[in-house]
């Protein structure tokens, strides 16, 4: 079953149309086009045609153009917060669905990236520009994201359900707070977008596919052998909402199996070591052990470097300054060599306040 996607924007029809097409070349989604309007009017229009909507594109200038008789007068995080009221208010909308942003990347920095209270309204950004190369992963986000809100619709509460748990897992319970685990005043949206930003996104219960390497001591890109391996570990993969766009696997679950089949612990091995123990129990010549990063001195990798995404040992990383983390998930790190190459401070990188006087002291070495 394919999902029905409302798009409003105020380009061309030919412009629109392209972007559409951009965003469902693989026929997942159906995508219609609409023009707005006054704001009112627009939100009644969606409430009387909320059964063909399960999710919503919304280009973030939606008052930039002002010629014919559809013209509207404010933008894309007006309007997601008069839908998002509407959301199971009297003769409003019955259910929640997504609703995605759509822009240039010199609209996205003027006009929204610094309004970071309008950023919880939305589920994911696409840009434009990026349409031609990454509709097919947009496309799969969308499918992905729009199933997610669907089965949070029937299991709210049911979070072992939802991640794809056995009933008596507690990992729930590690993660999620009263709030959401009682289901008190939470929204789907709220649910969605912490699973999808603090449990998909961030390492810790789950790890991708760079970090599951890392600790392994492969280089997974030059390892022939790599999905091989892997299949090797498919019962500690994980399979709740949002894993058709990402593969995460259960870190707990990965060391458990480490464990259980080898005597010494994972974090003591060096990536040589960890490799040739590998090879040597699956009979896979075809691993290549993950190299080091320029001045670092261990390959006992536990994380990469958020700049290169690179195996890193975290004594041989910076604590990257961002967001507050919960107390289950990783510490992310850059290398010591993307900072001195300025590669992390192109990407928007820093460390944290707290690593600066360390840094200042080894630069002398390099000095």
């Known amino acids: 079953m394919k999902y029905k996607v409302l ?33 009112e009017e627009l939100i009644n229009e969606l409430i009387a045609e909320q059964k063909d909507i399960d999710a919503l594109i919304l280009d973030l200038k939606l008052d930039g153009n002002q ?39 010199n609209n996205l920095k003027k006009y929204y990236d610094s ?62 707070t009263t709030k959401f685990l009682l289901g008190d005043g939470t929204s789907i949206s709220e649910i969605s977008q912490y699973i999808f930003n603090e449990i998909i996104s961030k390492s810790g219960v789950l790890i991708d596919e760079t970090i599951l390497a890392a600790r392994l001591g492969i280089n997974f890109n030059e390892s022939s052998d790599w999905l091989s391996l892997i299949e090797n570990l498919n019962d500690y993969k994980y399979s709740g909402i949002f894993k058709d766009s990402f593969n995460r696997w259960w870190s707990h679950d990965i060391l458990n199996w480490w464990n259980s089949n080898f005597p010494k612990p994972l974090i003591q091995l060096t990536a040589l070591d960890r490799v040739n123990l590998l090879k040597e129990k699956f009979k896979l010549d075809n ?81």
Not at 71 to 96: D, H, M, Q, V
Not at 116 to 123: A, E, G, K, N, V
């Open 7 to 39: 798009y409003i924007d105020d380009e061309t029809s030919q412009n629109s149309q392209a972007f559409a097409d951009g965003l469902s070349s693989q026929n997942l989604i159906e995508i219609a086009i609409k023009l707005p309007t006054k704001f």
């Open 287 to 367: 691993l290549v052990k993950a190299q080091q990063i320029h001045k670092t001195t261990s390959t006992k990798f536990w994380t990469v470097c958020q700049a290169y995404k690179l195996p890193l040992d975290p004594k041989d990383g910076f604590l990257l300054d961002g967001n507050l983390m919960h107390p289950w998930q990783d510490k992310r790190y850059l290398s010591l060599h993307s900072i001195l190459e300025r590669d992390a401070k192109e990407l928007g990188l820093f460390i944290h306040p707290a690593e600066k006087e360390r840094l200042e002291d080894i630069k002398q070495v390099y000095k």
């Open 67 to 105: 010629q014919g008789d559809r013209t509207a007068t404010y933008t894309a995080p007006s309007l997601a917060t008069g839908i998002r009221t509407k959301c199971f208010a009297e003769n409003g909308f019955e259910n929640e669905f997504p609703i995605f942003l759509i822009s240039s990347t």
């Open 115 to 176: 309004d970071t209270s309008s950023h919880d309204l939305f589920d994911y950004t696409f840009y434009k520009t990026s349409i031609a190369q990454k509709g097919k992963e947009y496309e799969l986000l969308i499918t992905s994201i729009t199933h997610a809100y669907k089965a949070i619709q029937e299991n709210k509460t049911n979070f072992n359900t939802l991640l794809g748990l056995p009933a008596d897992s507690e990992i729930p319970n590690k993660v999620f």
